[in-house]
């Protein structure tokens, strides 16, 4: 059964902790994406990768980092530089990462701050 | 600066009726628009798009309207159902280019 898995779906963080959001895909889809969505905003890019080992800022990368050693993971750190991190975060995927292509999406990860 | 706007947050619509989501933009340069539904605890789910070549594209119960001079596209559910109850989220970006612009999203409740 192919599809994106996001873990955990609750994740809290302490002042000045890094924490790591799982994304994982069997879709064998080349491109895979991080939003951001807060209450009455639309979904924010925070960080996109079209191919394994290369990726590219959006336009809310500030605070986070990313890897993508394998084709089917895209881990999302939300580092102690990130002031305001209480979100949910999504991540998707698409064929080959051009605007035309459905790209499809895990269940999400919600991050507070304790 | 938003370049999508979705500027009804919620829409209550009675079942078997027509439900009319509205989505503006305000970049000229987007020429390709999709339509997304989300439901509780789920990630967004791909429901219709069209190119900016087209005005109108139907898909079954769905058909989603562009007008590019008002830079306006809009999507009809007739006839409207249960199920569709959910948040719809309007999305934008330029052809042959990575990043969508995303609405904030409006909520439809089908009333029984």
């Known amino acids: 059964d192919g599809g994106i898995t996001q873990s955990p779906k609750y994740l809290f963080r302490k002042e000045g902790q890094n924490v790591t959001l799982s994304c994982e895909q069997n879709l064998n889809h080349d491109a895979m994406y991080w939003y951001r969505q807060d209450p009455g905003q639309g979904l924010r890019l925070i960080y996109y990768s079209q191919i394994v080992n290369d990726f590219q800022k959006g336009d809310i990368a500030e605070g986070y980092s990313v890897s993508r050693e394998k084709k089917e993971s895209f881990p999302l750190t939300v580092t102690s530089a990130q002031k305001n991190p209480t979100a949910f975060y999504l991540c998707a995927s698409s064929i080959g990462g051009l605007v035309q292509e459905t790209q499809y999406f895990g269940p999400g990860t919600r991050l507070l701050v304790l | 600066d938003q370049q999508v706007k979705q500027n009804s947050p919620s829409l209550s619509v009675q079942e078997g009726r027509i439900s009319i989501l509205n989505c503006d933009y305000t970049?000229?340069?987007?020429?390709?628009f999709l339509w997304y539904k989300k439901y509780p605890a789920e990630g967004p789910t791909f429901l219709i798009s069209i190119s900016s070549i087209k005005d109108k594209n139907e898909d079954g119960r769905f058909t989603v309207f562009l007008n590019k001079s008002a830079k306006h596209l809009s999507l009809h559910i007739v006839p409207s159902q249960p199920g569709d109850s959910a948040v719809y989220f309007c999305?934008?970006?330029?052809?042959?280019?990575?990043?969508?612009?995303w609405g904030a999203g409006t909520k439809l409740i089908i009333k029984p």
């Open positions: 970049n000229s340069m987007f020429d390709y």
């Open positions: 999305a934008a970006g330029e052809d042959s280019n990575y990043q969508l612009i």
